[in-house]
Antibody, heavy 115, light 106 residues
């Protein structure tokens, strides 16, 4: 069974940092592009970043470019999102998803940026 | 690329046929997916490549279109279908979602 489990969400002050993790199981992680997608409270979905199978290509939304870094560890079947210089408008549930089409999603982890 | 869904909200009854449209601001070939999201839950993939039904999704869901105009059709609404639906384009960066269509019970 394919599983994606996000963790690391928390309440953080503006300007702070946070590292999200996504632990995966049930599939060959190293064969898939992986994505982060977020959803602000009562709002729609927003693509954040994605990373190629071997980590050689990474893409970011303009809203997070220069502040967030996506990475992966294929030996640990895990995806990460390092978030720096956090702002109030980064407050959202962050989902990790598999593959271009997003065929599997985790349950999400809540990041709240507030003083 | 901007995606505009219509309508933004829709009231319908069990058994109704419902169509949601998604218009792209420029051509995206068939790089479009449809998702269903229920409150407090992660989105669920329904349709990918504009018209391919994801494994396990009921056949009352169908998708069509190419280029700039796409539709999601539910042939006969069931109680579990009341949710919010999003389209998403993956033709070019930044990948974008439509604003969502909330489907409510009449």
């Amino acid at each position: 069974e394919v599983q994606l489990v996000e963790s690391g969400g928390a309440l953080v002050q503006p300007g702070g940092s946070l590292r999200l993790s996504c632990a995966t199981s049930g599939f060959t992680f190293s064969r898939y592009w992986m994505y982060w997608v977020r959803q602000a409270p009562q709002k729609g979905l927003e693509w954040v970043a994605n990373i190629k199978q071997d980590g050689s290509q990474k893409y970011y939304a303009d809203s997070v470019k220069g502040r967030f870094t996506i990475s992966r560890d294929n030996a640990k079947n895990s995806l990460y999102l390092q978030m720096n210089s956090l702002r109030a408008d980064d407050t959202a549930v962050y989902y990790c998803t598999r593959h271009l089409w997003g065929d599997f999603w985790g349950r999400g982890t809540l990041v709240t940026v507030s003083s | 690329i901007q995606l505009t869904q219509s309508p933004s909200s829709l009231s319908a009854s069990v058994g109704d046929r419902v169509t949601i449209t998604c218009r792209a601001s420029q051509g995206i070939s068939n790089y479009l997916a449809w998702y269903q999201q229920k409150p407090g839950k992660a989105p669920k993939l329904l349709i990918y490549a504009a018209s391919i039904l994801q494994t396990g999704v009921p056949s009352r869901f169908s998708g069509s279109g190419s280029g700039t105009d796409f539709t999601l059709t539910i042939s006969s609404l069931q109680p579990e279908d009341f949710a919010t639906y999003y389209c998403r384009q993956l033709n070019s960066y930044p990948h974008t979602f439509g604003q969502g269509t909330k489907l409510e019970i009449k």
